[in-house]
């Protein structure tokens, strides 16, 4: 994004967020589900800023399918988390909070998508 560090983007600071929160939540799933759903979890979290800083050092024209693989993987966090609190180990203001910040993450890469689109 034309010379600015991904750590200057508003939405990768957001999307870090979004991955502490989801990592602190896995700490709250039972043991067994800690290497299981666990790491899924943690892995789409860590997807998210990844690919967004990654896709910002490319330059802006792969910037857009770098976004694409955020936002795959913030709807895949976010069914994760989904499945964990109708199964119980979750209670329902966990999804709720994650929901907040992963929508706005959602609406900031989508913005970005559709500006860097206009472009390239």
Known sequence: MAG?????????????????????????????EKFAIGDQMRRSAVSIPSNIA???????????HFLQYAQGSR???????????????????HPRQHIELSTEVGRMISSMIKTLSKYY
């Open 54 to 64: 990654e896709g910002n050092a490319r330059g802006p024209k792969e910037m857009v």
């Open 4 to 32: 600015k560090s991904f750590r200057e983007l508003i939405v990768w600071e957001r999307a870090m967020q979004l991955a502490v929160y989801a990592y602190r939540l896995t700490l709250l799933l039972p043991r067994e």
């Open 75 to 93: 709807v895949e966090l976010e069914t994760q988390v989904e499945i964990c609190y109708r199964v119980g180990y979750i209670t329902e203001a």
